[in-house]
């Protein structure tokens, strides 16, 4: 079964194309500057072809368009025609409290997907927007939407609710969601396989999963389900991230307001764009420009990397009291896998949970014997490993499960 993977941005289309039969990627593309000037669209092949272009992409309609065209193109083509593409696995970022699971998308899934579109007006309608371009060129196969919340949906109400007013839940669904599932869940159930190979059972599993990208997060997964997720209501609440600053007292929201006369708009943008690890240091949100300008002293660079770690070691010791323990943490996205510094920062001192880095196995870059490396001690009982994420396949999995439970 051909499964194509569709993850539709505000301004980008990504999508990548499986074999699912074996499991293997035939290619992936990306298209870029949707609805504005100069854009383009990139692809490469499984087997090292690639093809590139600029295009005029107005909407998502056209991207899409393009990105078939691409797939069955002469250039770095891998299928003959459209209907090779069997079955179409969608990421959609909030599933609300509707969907805890994925499922083949109708007009009331979408009719969902538009509404959820209130509590993440960045990302749904972007996906929206992917999901009606790809169900209008591809209308005779199932499309299956995989949400970014659903593996949450198993978080304690001790969890998820803030303390506010009751009515602001349950009226207006404010409450905690979590979010980045998708890779949360990917790399838990290696991670779990990987304790069960080493004779701990299910029950006693009780796993950290810390996804450091560009976006951050970390969940808690005990005995497989998630029972708690740094962010929030929205993507923005918890760890450092590149742009975004994460835990705040929220006194400060209203003190931007009132005191320094910033509009909504302002601080919105202040919040998620602005701060974090760019807003810190100045100079930028990629870890590897301020380890860059740490080197050559930068004293900000150095503050914003130190508080970084520390809200993931603050986090790793909240989770393993929420659990009532840990056996494993696991590292993973742009930062977990490629940032030794950053690896080693994050679990410091963290030697009274049973876990300690052994520096000969926190290499760079690291061997990924099958996208998962253990860095921990031989001594340590706690299992640190580095899991290589992939959310297009997890989202191509899913597809195929949920086909299959449905036929
Ligand atoms: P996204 O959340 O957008 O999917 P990624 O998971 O790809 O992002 O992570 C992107 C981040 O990973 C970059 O911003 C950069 O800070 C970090 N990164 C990637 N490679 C390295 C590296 N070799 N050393 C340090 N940081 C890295």
Redesign the pocket.
């Known amino acids: 079964m051909n499964v194509l993977v569709v993850n539709a941005g505000s301004s980008s289309l990504k999508y990548e194309l499986y074999d699912m039969d074996a499991e293997q990627s035939l290619a992936r593309g990306l298209c870029e500057r949707v609805g504005d000037e100069g854009a383009n669209i990139e692809q490469e092949t499984h087997d090292g072809r690639e093809y590139e272009a600029e295009v005029a992409m107005p909407d998502h309609s056209v991207a899409f368009g393009q990105a078939m065209a691409a797939l069955s193109g002469d250039e770095a083509g891998v299928i003959d025609s459209l209907a090779a593409i069997d079955a179409v696995g969608h990421r959609v970022v909030h599933g609300g409290e509707e969907f805890a699971s994925s499922v083949v998308i109708n007009d009331a899934v979408e009719d969902a997907v538009d509404r959820f579109g209130q509590l993440a007006p960045l990302h749904n309608p972007p996906n929206l927007m992917g999901i009606r371009a790809a169900r209008k060129l591809l209308p005779n196969v199932p499309h299956v939407a995989v949400f970014d919340t659903a593996f949450h949906q198993t978080m304690p109400p001790h969890a998820f609710i803030y303390g506010l007013p009751w009515e602001m839940y349950a009226e207006n669904g404010i409450r905690r969601y979590g979010f980045h599932g998708t890779s949360h869940r990917y790399v838990a159930l290696r991670a779990e396989q990987y304790l069960r190979e080493r004779g701990i059972p299910d029950e006693e599993h009780r796993i950290v999963t810390c996804h450091l ?3 951050c997060s970390m969940t808690a997964v005990k005995a497989g389900v998630s029972i708690d997720n740094t962010l929030g209501f929205t993507p923005l609440e918890g760890l450092l991230m ?1 742009t975004r600053c994460g835990d705040l007292d929220p006194a400060i929201v209203i003190y931007l307001a009132q005191t320094l006369g910033m509009g909504l708009g302002e601080i919105d943008n202040t919040l998620n764009k602005e701060s974090g690890l760019k807003g810190l240091s100045g100079i930028s ?4 420009d301020l ?1 860059k300008a740490a080197n050559e002293g930068n004293d900000r660079a150095r503050l914003a990397m130190d508080l970084f770690a520390y809200r993931v070691r603050k986090y790793i010791g909240a989770y393993a009291a929420a659990m009532g323990g840990v056996n494993c943490v696991v590292l993973t ?3 977990g896998e ?2 030794h510094l ?1 690896r080693k920062w994050c679990v410091q001192d963290l030697e009274f949970l049973g876990i300690e880095v052994d520096p000969a196995k926190n290499t760079h870059p690291l061997p990924f014997d099958d996208g998962i490396t253990a860095i921990g001690t031989d001594a340590s009982p706690t299992h640190l490993l580095v899991i290589r994420t992939d959310e297009e396949l997890m989202i191509a999995r899913d597809t195929v499960e949920v086909l299959t439970a449905t036929a």
């Open positions: 990208g560009n976006g590149g949100n990629d870890m590897r380890q996205g742009g930062i490629n940032d950053q």
